[in-house]
């Protein structure tokens, strides 16, 4: 069946480092891939997402390439502030299916 | 910017009893699902609901739960004799199409005591 598996966290940064949180899939036909951020005590919200392979979905400096030919999705940003500190999930989703999450990722950014 | 919104935010109540979780989906979307997260742990797929009907339902989803749309707006999530291990936070969401994502509400955090 269709999976999605995150790297493992906790993540601990210090502000302006450079991020990566792996992600990679699993899933029969194409999926459209998602990464969502979960902000303590808050529900999650759509981050970015690419529909097609080789897409780039970007969006407050989290950028995420779709490679088909290693099925990966990692997030990444050049400088994290204080503020991105969260759970990072990513997700897929085929045709009109559900949305299949990775376990999470909680990122916490040390000022 | 459309939300999706659920209510009430927080639901606190006792074993055995039935709750109802509502939801109002954003109006042109035509996909629905309910989502829950078990504190700390993985989002579960609950199940999805389209053209008025399930589409869509996990294992999770037993005779225990059921969904309805019983009017144009509102999407509820009904748990009948609840137990300890329903706690959990449980999400709405809804998309007009796959590609453009899901838009998810704020969650009801459900204690069962």
């Known amino acids: 069946g269709d999976s999605v598996t995150q790297m493992e966290g906790p993540v601990t940064l210090s502000e302006e480092a450079f991020l990566t949180i792996n992600c990679t899939y699993t899933a029969t036909g194409y999926p459209s891939l998602f990464w969502y951020v979960q902000y303590p005590g808050e529900g999650l919200q759509l981050l970015l997402k690419a529909t097609k392979a080789d897409d780039k979905g970007s969006n407050k400096g989290f950028e995420a390439t779709y490679r088909k030919e290693t099925t990966s999705f990692h997030l990444e940003k050049g400088s994290v502030q204080v503020s991105d500190s969260a759970v990072y999930f990513c997700a897929l989703v085929v045709r009109a299916q559900k949305l299949v999450f990775g376990q999470g990722t909680r990122l916490t950014i040390n000022p | ?113």
């Not at chain 2, 059921?66 to 137990?83: A, C, H, Y």
Request: negative net charge; hydrophobic residues 35%; contains cysteine.
């Open chain 2, 1 to 113: 910017e459309p939300e999706v919104t659920q209510t009430p935010s927080h639901q606190v109540t006792q074993m055995g009893q039935e709750v109802i979780l509502r939801c109002v989906p954003i109006s042109n979307h035509l996909y629905f699902y309910w989502y829950r997260q078990i504190l700390g742990q993985k989002v579960e797929f609950l199940v999805s609901f389209y053209n008025n009907e399930i589409s869509e339902k996990s294992e999770i989803f037993d005779d225990q739960f059921s969904v309805e749309r019983p009017d144009g707006s509102n999407f509820t999530l009904k748990i009948r004799s609840t137990k300890l291990e329903d706690s959990a936070m449980y999400f709405c969401a809804s998309f007009q199409t796959p590609a453009t994502g899901y838009t998810f509400g704020s969650g009801t955090r459900l204690t069962v005591v």
